[in-house]
């Protein structure tokens, strides 16, 4: 069961994706994602770097893996949630506190990540539409987030 406010809903190309929100592991990237989602910033934003068997990248404003939101990078919040399947994790660049908008879904184990990116949280309904993102680094004509909110 989820708390209220800490179900983040996506709508996207291929379906509903329900992520339940972790602020007992990482309270200031749930709180950043929350403020990002009220702000309407991912929504129309693409999932820019799909990887078969590894994970699905979104929340580059450009849609090319090279951008972030107006805030300041967040300091790491690295926690022992393990990188599984449907895990929602932050991408950051080589910097631990790099994190801004960028986040990825675990289609799969990638424990080799666990205690290096910030968790904050899982899918709890619709990995199958996950599962059906179009793949590429980058993606020619790539699915996206039609509209982002949390309840």
């Not at 996506?10 to 950043?32: F, S």
């Not at 790491?76 to 910097?95: D, I, K, L, Y």
């Not at 599962?131 to 982002?148: F, L, Q, S, Y």
């Amino acid at each position: 069961m989820t708390e209220a406010g800490n179900t983040l809903t996506l709508a996207t190309t291929k379906g509903e994706v329900v992520i339940r929100m972790r602020p007992d592991l990482a309270p200031n990237h749930v709180a950043h994602i929350k403020k990002l989602v009220s702000e309407g910033f991912y929504d129309g934003v693409v999932f820019h770097r799909v990887i078969d068997g590894f994970m699905a990248q979104t929340g580059c404003p450009h849609g090319t893996g090279t951008g972030g939101s107006k805030y300041p990078n967040l300091k790491q919040e690295f926690n022992a949630a393990p990188h599984v399947r449907g895990t929602c994790s932050m991408a950051r660049a080589q910097h631990p506190d790099s994190a801004n908008s960028q986040f990825f879904i675990c289609f799969g184990d990638a424990r080799f990540l666990d205690k290096q990116y910030t968790v904050w949280g899982e899918v709890i309904a619709g990995m199958e539409n996950v599962d059906n993102i179009k793949r590429g680094e980058p993606v020619k004509e790539p699915d996206k987030i039609v509209k982002a909110s949390v309840s």
